[in-house]
């Protein structure tokens, strides 16, 4: 705390916006990031749905097309027809994409683990497909899942066992899970795996490249609003701040903040203050007169004259006075009274009286004291209190010190 208040203004106001720009470019990357995770899942999306789509179409056309061929040609099964199919379209390198069921003919449509558990929602809820983003042999892939539902081109090999063709009797009895199915029914789902490594690549791409154009526009907002701050905040501060402290180490008055416009209230601010110090420096040149005439008329005076405030603290004496108390004027200055009358609790006593009474009243009756020199000699002495100033915040007292025999 103590090291932060010796850093210039310049410093500061450099270190905060830097900060703020760190803040803010590292919130961005974050958006930006996370909008590029959330694009590239939509991307491997869209896929799945395209190729899944594609071969259920396929698989729809063969089922239409497809009469007789297969009691000769197992391989002419519809659903074998688009097993093979989408062997041929799936590559390991950006997705690949088979069907699968709980109740399989084919060994090649087993279901992994995953693809048991989303079959099985599939079977106890109305969802049509099912999509996320896992862990496949410790790599991160695009699971996508779409339901094939039993229609009548279904049910011909996989309804009754009675009504399906010889060729699928023969190689599936009769308690086979494959059968009994219904119109509207789960037969099971086309399933698609995308690996997600290169769509991340395109990710990081775009990322850099976007991190690239909003690093430039937080730099350029940062410069721009560094200008704006140091010539309108700044250099005023600053212009301010060096008058200030040149007033304060040489108590000149006459040092003026310049001021080149007044169109906000830094510059009114400065302008106010200007004015200030014009009547300060007024004031105080007032004040010094009154102290200068004060002191010449007091200086004439046959007896000691002191001025003090309430707590007794002498802050202007005579000559008669110094000699009186036996200590030079610039020694006697801040002194206390107090400590050379004896009976300085009465004289304390008066002092207050003397403050409350009215403007006219203000001269209190010369009274005795035992006075004590600054060597210790003693004396009796005649004190008359005024109060010379009653406005003030600190309210002055002058003391007319008299020997017995003083006529001054």
């Given at each position: 705390?103590?090291?932060?208040?010796?850093?210039?203004?310049?410093?500061?106001?450099?270190?905060?916006?830097?900060?703020?720009?760190?803040?803010?470019?590292?919130?961005?990357?974050?958006?930006?990031?996370?909008?590029?995770?959330?694009?590239?899942?939509?991307?491997?999306?869209?896929?799945?749905?395209?190729v899944s789509r594609e071969l259920i179409a396929i698989f729809n056309h063969i089922s239409d097309v497809?009469?007789?061929?297969?009691?000769?040609?197992?391989?002419?099964?519809?659903?074998?027809?688009?097993?093979?199919?989408?062997?041929?379209?799936?590559?390991?390198?950006?997705?690949?994409?088979?069907?699968?069921?709980?109740?399989?003919?084919?060994?090649?449509?087993?279901?992994?683990?995953?693809?048991?558990?989303?079959?099985?929602?599939?079977?106890?809820?109305?969802?049509?497909?099912?999509?996320?983003?896992?862990?496949?042999?410790?790599?991160?892939?695009?699971?996508?899942?779409?339901?094939?539902?039993?229609?009548?081109?279904?049910?011909?090999?996989?309804?009754?066992?009675?009504?399906?063709?010889?060729?699928?009797?023969?190689?599936?009895?009769?308690?086979?899970?494959?059968?009994?199915?219904?119109?509207?029914?789960?037969?099971?789902?086309?399933?698609?795996?995308?690996?997600?490594?290169?769509?991340?690549?395109?990710?990081?791409?775009?990322?850099?490249?976007?991190?690239?154009?909003?690093?430039?526009?937080?730099?350029?907002?940062?410069?721009?609003?560094?200008?704006?701050?140091?010539?309108?905040?700044?250099?005023?501060?600053?212009?301010?701040?060096?008058?200030?402290?040149?007033?304060?180490?040489?108590?000149?008055?006459?040092?003026?903040?310049?001021?080149?416009?007044?169109?906000?209230?830094?510059?009114?601010?400065?302008?106010?203050?200007?004015?200030?110090?014009?009547?300060?420096?007024?004031?105080?040149?007032?004040?010094?007169?009154?102290?200068?005439?004060?002191?010449?008329?007091?200086?004439?005076?046959?007896?000691?004259?002191?001025?003090?405030?309430?707590?007794?603290?002498?802050?202007?004496?005579?000559?008669?006075?110094?000699?009186?108390?036996?200590?030079?004027?610039?020694?006697?200055?801040?002194?206390?009274?107090?400590?050379?009358?004896?009976?300085?609790?009465?004289?304390?006593?008066?002092?207050?009286?003397?403050?409350?009474?009215?403007?006219?009243?203000?001269?209190?009756?010369?009274?005795?004291?035992?006075?004590?020199?600054?060597?210790?000699?003693?004396?009796?002495?005649?004190?008359?209190?005024?109060?010379?100033?009653?406005?003030?915040?600190?309210?002055?007292?002058?003391?007319?010190?008299?020997?017995?025999?003083?006529?001054?």
């Open positions: 705390m103590i090291a932060s208040m010796h850093v210039k203004l310049t410093v500061k106001l450099t270190l905060i916006l830097s900060c703020i720009l760190i803040l803010v470019f590292l919130l961005t990357s974050f958006l930006t990031y996370r909008d590029q995770q959330k694009m590239a899942q939509k991307i491997a999306l869209d896929q799945g749905r395209n497809v009469r007789n061929e297969p009691e000769n040609n197992y391989a002419l099964v519809p659903q074998v027809m688009s097993t093979q199919i989408a062997k041929k379209i799936s590559t390991e390198d950006h997705y690949s994409i088979r069907q699968v069921a709980l109740a399989f003919r084919n060994p090649d449509n087993r279901p992994d683990d995953y693809e048991v558990e989303q079959l099985k929602i599939f079977a106890t809820s109305k969802k049509n497909e099912i999509y996320s983003v896992t862990k496949k042999q410790g790599k991160e892939v695009f699971r996508y899942m779409q339901a094939l539902v039993a229609d009548d081109s279904c049910l011909k090999c996989h309804g009754k066992f009675e009504s399906a063709p010889t060729f699928i009797q023969q190689r599936f009895p009769k308690d086979h899970p494959s059968y009994n199915y219904k119109l509207g029914d789960i037969l099971g789902a086309v399933s698609v795996v995308r690996p997600m490594t290169d769509l991340y690549g395109a990710v990081a791409k775009n990322l850099q490249q976007a991190l690239y154009f909003r690093a430039g526009i937080l730099l350029l907002v940062v410069i721009v609003t560094w200008f704006f701050v140091r010539h309108f905040i700044i250099v005023p501060i600053k212009a301010a701040s060096k008058t200030v402290h040149q007033i304060t180490r040489t108590g000149d008055l006459h040092e003026r903040i310049p001021v080149t416009r007044v169109r906000d209230e830094i510059g009114q601010l400065l302008l106010d203050f200007n004015v200030m110090m014009a009547e300060l420096e007024r004031t105080t040149l007032q004040r010094q007169e009154s102290e200068n005439r004060y002191r010449s008329l007091i200086e004439v005076s046959h007896s000691a004259i002191v001025t003090f405030l309430e707590n007794g603290k002498i802050v202007i004496s005579n000559q008669q006075a110094e000699q009186l108390i036996g200590l030079s004027r610039s020694a006697l200055l801040g002194e206390s009274i107090f400590d050379y009358i004896e009976d300085s609790a009465r004289l304390k006593s008066k002092i207050a009286q003397l403050a409350l009474m009215e403007e006219h009243e203000t001269i209190e009756e010369p009274s005795s004291y035992m006075f004590m020199a600054a060597s210790g000699a003693k004396q009796k002495i005649t004190i008359t209190l005024v109060l010379a100033s009653a406005v003030e915040q600190l309210p002055m007292f002058t003391a007319i010190l008299r020997l017995p025999d003083s006529r001054g």
